[in-house]
């Protein structure tokens, strides 16, 4: 998730990636979700870059199968502008010493495997992960994935609230750590699933008991 906060209105458009988020009944079944999220120096990915990336894989009850989380370094520093400090914390010291952007994608992309790519407001995540593999001359077909904003705002057809993560943890009480950390938001984001799968069935439960009722 971007580390700004109007991130969630970014329309970063990502290639070789389905355009909507799967629905609750799509992910029911689903055995693993990959919970991914970014920081980045800034809202574009066309001109900004991934400085943290992070992956926590887990089951549909939440529980942890394995994890990913490093500081990234751009494979050509003189191409890149550091930004955004004040709000992730991370210093040019931190990226300097980080991993290199082409192994880390090569982990997140090892751990991701067989598991469903998860994020919150994922489509932002996404424009950042093509982004840099365009740099890198590679690509990553992604065609199915589960956005947690959209989930959300399926729950709230009136629009009652914010679908913001600071807002939705607080709202299902998910202990976060620290804001804008790649891997607090990522095990945060992966809570925040399933709170809201729980949610979705329960309705679905009490929709199939009114149902019955009638």
């Not at 070789?16 to 920081?39: H, R, Y």
């Not at 489509?123 to 989930?151: C, K, M, N, P």
Request: aromatic share 6%.
């Amino acid at each position: 998730m971007s580390q700004l906060p109007s991130s969630e209105s970014s329309c970063a458009q990502p290639t070789q990636t389905a355009q909507s988020s799967l629905a609750f009944a799509d992910i029911f079944t689903t055995k693993l979700f990959a919970v991914i999220d970014f920081e980045t120096t800034g809202l574009n990915p066309a001109a900004d870059r991934i400085l943290q990336m992070a992956a926590v894989v887990v089951d549909i009850t939440g529980h942890v199968v394995d994890s990913f989380d490093t500081i990234v370094k751009p494979e050509q520093p003189s191409e890149y502008t550091h930004g955004a400090e004040h709000v992730h914390g991370i210093s040019t010291d931190d990226v300097d010493a980080g991993m290199p952007l082409g192994l880390a994608m090569r982990r997140l992309q090892d751990i991701s495997q067989s598991a469903l790519f998860t994020a919150h407001n994922a489509r932002f995540d996404l424009g950042f992960l093509h982004a840099e593999l365009a740099r890198l001359g590679q690509s990553w077909i992604i065609d199915q994935y589960v956005d947690t904003l959209f989930l959300s705002r399926s729950l709230d057809p009136n629009k009652e609230h914010p679908h913001t993560l600071t807002h939705l943890i607080d709202k299902y009480g998910i202990r976060r750590d620290t804001a804008h950390n790649a891997l607090a938001d990522a095990q945060a984001t992966a809570q925040l699933l399933v709170a809201l799968v729980a949610q979705a069935r329960q309705q679905q439960s009490q929709s199939a008991s009114s149902d019955a009722s009638e």
